[in-house]
């Protein structure tokens, strides 16, 4: 199925069509230069159902709940029989739901890593009980990139320069000539809270304008979010210009207690936040959400597909990036009734 859709670009810039192809909803492009060499396991036959054993980081946000959805919902319509462990965001969970898919023998095993590092010994176990593992969403940061068939998910540094380069664009406009600006992280040491870490302050950098004054983990939590941000207010209180959340969830939970404050978000501080999830179109329809870029987690049907193809012994791409765009309040009306998490 091809699809085209509008991709929102820096506020009134220029509408970008992109056209892909994909098995979902959204899409896909792959990199193509490294193609993988995949451990012949226990093949799948017609009449035996693949099984997978999943392991999820937790259900801490919108979008997780949206990325577990997906993932068994895909399952479901491929015949693929899954065995899904939540983790609670704890990579000692992770770790024991891996041992334990080897111990039945799977198929294939797919997780989404709640961190970057501390992954080899048990990756090396499933490399020696010839079990192929699909990283999907996040990324971990083994030296030996062979202990992983493939990767799919996000440019999670990109997604940071597309929130530093959205208010970068919007410094341009006021006439303010200081913004200062606090920073609400994901989950210390995961993929998508140093990448977009990186990503925005690389965005930003040179701007005398932009400064960070405040960078503290929500661990992508509402609950986080909202108490962090009141930690803020305290310290800083109306010297803050901007609020940066490396997701939704968080500035949701921040927007409460900026409201709580006797402040307006949205106008007195502009907020800034990565997924797209439908909570964050509603605060942006409500005006106490400037812009957020987007980051799908819709990625089952491709995760079964790419399984299938695995465990047939067929080549697939080593890194498969998700397309996605950046949504400024001004679409969140039109775009709200197309979004499908
Ligand atoms: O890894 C993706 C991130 O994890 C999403 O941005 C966040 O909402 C989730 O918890």
């Known amino acids: 199925m091809t699809i085209v859709r509008r991709t929102f670009l820096g506020g009134a810039a220029a509408a970008v069509l992109t056209t892909f192809t994909t098995f979902t909803t959204f899409t896909t492009f792959a990199t193509l230069a490294t193609f993988a060499t995949l451990a012949a396991s226990g093949v799948a036959s017609a009449a035996k159902p693949l099984v997978m054993g999943f392991s999820q980081v937790g259900a801490e946000s919108e979008w997780r709940t949206a990325n577990t959805r997906s993932i068994k ?11 899904f462990a939540d983790a609670q965001q704890k990579q000692e969970n992770q770790v024991k739901a891996i041992r334990s898919f080897i111990a039945q023998r799977v198929d294939v095993i797919a997780f989404s890593p709640v961190v970057e590092s501390g992954w080899e010994t048990v990756l ?47 410094a341009a406009k006021t006439p303010e000539r200081k913004l200062n600006i606090v920073e609400l ?11 977009r870490q990186k990503g925005f302050a690389e965005a930003i950098a040179g701007n005398a304008k932009l400064k960070i004054v405040r960078s503290q983990t929500g661990d992508f939590t509402r609950a986080k979010g909202k108490e962090v941000m009141e930690a803020f207010l305290k310290a800083h209180g109306k010297a803050i210009n901007v609020l940066y959340a490396h997701n939704d969830d968080m500035a949701i939970g921040a927007i409460q207690a900026i409201e709580e404050a006797g402040l307006k978000p949205g106008k007195d501080i502009v907020i ?8 964050a179109f509603e605060a942006m329809i409500a005006g106490k959400l400037n812009v957020t ?9 491709q995760l079964m597909q790419v399984a299938r193809d695995v465990v047939a012994g067929k080549p697939v791409p080593k890194r498969i990036v998700t397309e996605e765009g950046v949504f400024p309040a001004e679409v969140a009306a039109k775009e709200y009734p197309n979004r499908k998490y």
Not at 125 to 149: F, G, M, Q, S
Not at 185 to 195: E, F, H, K, R, Y
């Open 272 to 279: 800034i936040s990565i997924d797209g999830v439908k909570g």
């Open 73 to 83: 919902d895909a399952a479901r319509q491929a015949g693929v029989k899954l065995k």
């Open 185 to 195: 992280q994901g989950t210390v040491g995961s993929a998508p809270a140093l990448d």
């Open 293 to 301: 870029v987007e980051c799908s987690p819709l990625l089952g049907p």
């Open 124 to 170: 090396r176990e499933a490399r020696n009980a010839k079990i192929p593992v699909i990283l999907t969403d996040r990324a971990v940061n083994t030296a030996d990139k062979t202990l992983y068939t493939t990767f799919i998910g996000s440019d999670f540094v990109e997604e940071g320069r597309r929130a530093g380069r959205w208010l970068v664009a919007h």
